[in-house]
């Protein structure tokens, strides 16, 4: 059953406190993404990884740090310095995009954090 | 600046109507484009993707293309309550380089689909 898993489902933590989300993939998928969203809001790239060992910031970058290890993991840690790290979290993958075409991706089911 | 738009509605349809859904983009270079449906607490899940101009057909489902107007529709036939949800818009944006295969998500058009 192929298919990304993300865990927990829900997380509560409080402020000050670094936490990280899993991301666990077996689509042998090479790229793999991290977005956050908020309420009303579309899905903003946190970081983004095309191969192991390699990885890239997205456009909110600032707070969080990930790791690209093995081929289907791709955690990502919100720090304590994140401002406002309450979010929906949605782990992502695809094939690694070629001469200019960007391949679909297919999402995790996400982790909710709630930091107080 | 880089941009997807989407109209947020909600968009109320009755069931088995059509429902169109609109998306624009800001960069003429893009080639990739993709629609999600987003339920209530849920992650998005796959629609369709496009690449070439003109239309694809999938099930209930047609995308649309037109790269010189720049914009990407979605139609839903026999809409059912089913498809109430958020849809998302997705293009890569960006030129030929690193950055060329991120997609950039638009906020989503609300739709309900009444009985």
């Known amino acids: 059953d192929g298919g990304i898993t993300q865990s927990p489902k829900y997380l509560f933590r409080k402020e000050g406190q670094n936490v990280t989300l899993s991301c666990e993939q077996n689509?042998?998928?090479?790229?793999m993404y991290w977005y956050r969203q908020d309420p009303g809001q579309g899905l903003r790239l946190i970081y983004y990884?095309?191969?192991?060992?390699?990885?890239q910031k997205g456009d909110i970058a600032e707070g969080y740090s990930v790791s690209r290890e093995k081929k289907e993991s791709f955690p990502l840690t919100v720090t304590s310095a994140q401002k406002n790290p309450t979010a929906f979290y949605l782990c992502?993958?695809?094939?690694?995009?070629?001469?200019?075409?960007?391949?679909?991706?297919?999402f995790g089911p996400g982790t909710r954090l709630t930091v107080t | 600046q880089k941009e997807v738009e989407q109209n947020s509605g909600p968009l109320s349809v009755p069931e088995g109507a059509i429902a169109s859904l609109n998306c624009t983009y800001s960069?003429?270079?893009?080639?990739?484009f993709f629609w999600y449906r987003q339920y209530s607490g849920k992650s998005p899940e796959l629609i369709m993707f496009?690449?070439?101009?003109g239309d694809k057909e999938d099930g209930r489902f047609t995308a649309q293309l037109n790269k010189a107007s720049q914009y990407v529709s979605l139609l839903i036939r026999d809409s059912q309550p089913s498809d109430s949800a958020t849809y998302l818009c997705a293009v890569n944006l960006g030129d030929s380089g690193a950055g060329s295969y991120q997609l950039t998500f638009g906020k989503g058009t609300k739709l309900s689909v009444i009985p």
């Open positions: 990884s095309q191969i192991v060992n390699d990885f």
């Open positions: 496009i690449y070439s101009n």
């Open positions: 960069d003429r270079g893009s080639q990739s």
């Open positions: 992502a993958s695809s094939i690694e995009a070629t001469s200019g075409v960007t391949y679909e991706q297919y």
């Open positions: 689509l042998n998928h090479d790229a």
